[in-house]
């Protein structure tokens, strides 16, 4: 049986091919009492659309397909 974590790794990965496209990246970092922590990398740091970037598209997708997520957040925002 897969796990929450593994879920969500395996979400990101499905969302990692179209943030690259445009010279960024995303990895997982935690996962605990219903929110995600991941960081952004490569030219999504200093980004002008990283707000959009995580809630409009990693955020969403994410909820959307992993039951018990409820919010995704920058890592390093902690």
Do not use: H, W
């Amino acid at each position: 049986m897969i796990n929450k974590e593994d879920e969500i790794r395996n979400v990101i990965e499905k969302i990692r091919p179209y943030i690259q496209r445009d010279g960024g990246d995303v990895e997982y970092v935690s996962f605990t009492d219903g929110i995600v922590r991941v960081r952004l990398l490569g030219a999504c740091v200093g980004c002008m659309s990283i707000g959009d970037t995580l809630k409009d598209g990693i955020e969403a997708i994410i909820m959307d397909e992993v039951a018990g997520v409820s919010e995704v957040r920058l890592a390093d925002e902690e």
